[in-house]
């Protein structure tokens, strides 16, 4: 499976997955976007801060995808993730997945997730408000 | 050895890294009577706190070298 991962502080823009997809071998792309919510824990937020051990998540990342794969045969995967302050709205992470069949593809991205989020040394390390932003209030 | 501190972990010590100077190889144990000795703050984060060494979590039984990177990984939430 070909892999590619992405930590990046700016916004995340939905790649064109054209130049990932094996012409012929895919029968299915399946695309994840995780977005932040405006509330955390019951409480209206405008942003998360992320921060990441950022060799070790793309460590980790990858030997998840490979595990996955040895079970899950699909053909590429993509990961990107956002660090740094994330305003509700935007993508977070963004996952692209191509496989044969779309069986596989969409247990793929569920089982990395649910493996993101126990595995991966990555996080929210706070909840932002318009304040914390030096946006004012009408 | 490198001891690298992230998320509620930092905010408890207070900064981002430590270096320990000519430190001899130890057990997980012993690194952590060391740590918390250091940052009596972290005492209570202990018990969830995984620790990572040169990039992978260890082993109960592993022994940390004075070279190595170590990471205090409190629980993720990436996503």
């Known amino acids: 499976m070909r892999i590619t991962l992405e930590l990046t502080a700016h916004a995340i823009a939905r790649p064109d997955p054209a130049g990932s997809l094996a012409k012929g071998q895919i029968g299915a792309w399946v695309e994840f976007a995780g977005v932040v919510r405006g509330l955390e824990n019951g409480t209206p937020i405008a942003a998360l801060e992320y921060e990441a051990y950022d060799t070790m998540a793309l460590r980790v990342m990858r030997e998840i995808l490979e595990g996955l794969a040895t079970r899950l045969a699909c053909e590429s995967a993509w990961v990107i993730h956002r660090i740094g302050v994330v305003p509700v709205g935007e993508t977070a992470i963004w996952i692209g997945v191509g496989a044969a069949h779309r069986e596989t593809a969409l247990a793929l991205v569920a089982e990395f997730m649910n493996r993101l989020k126990q595995d991966v040394p990555i996080w929210k390390h706070r909840a932002l408000t318009d304040a914390d932003l030096g946006v004012s209030s009408p | ?79």
């Open chain 2, 1 to 79: 050895m490198r001891i690298l501190f992230f998320s509620q972990v930092r905010d408890a010590v207070g900064c981002a890294e430590v270096e320990w100077a000519g430190c001899e190889p130890m057990t997980i144990e012993t690194f952590w009577e060391r740590l918390l000795q250091q940052f009596p703050t972290l005492t209570p984060q202990r018990s969830a706190v995984r620790i990572a060494r040169n990039g992978a979590f260890t082993q109960n039984n592993e022994i940390l070298e004075p070279g190595d990177e170590i990471a205090l990984i409190p629980p993720v939430s990436g996503g």
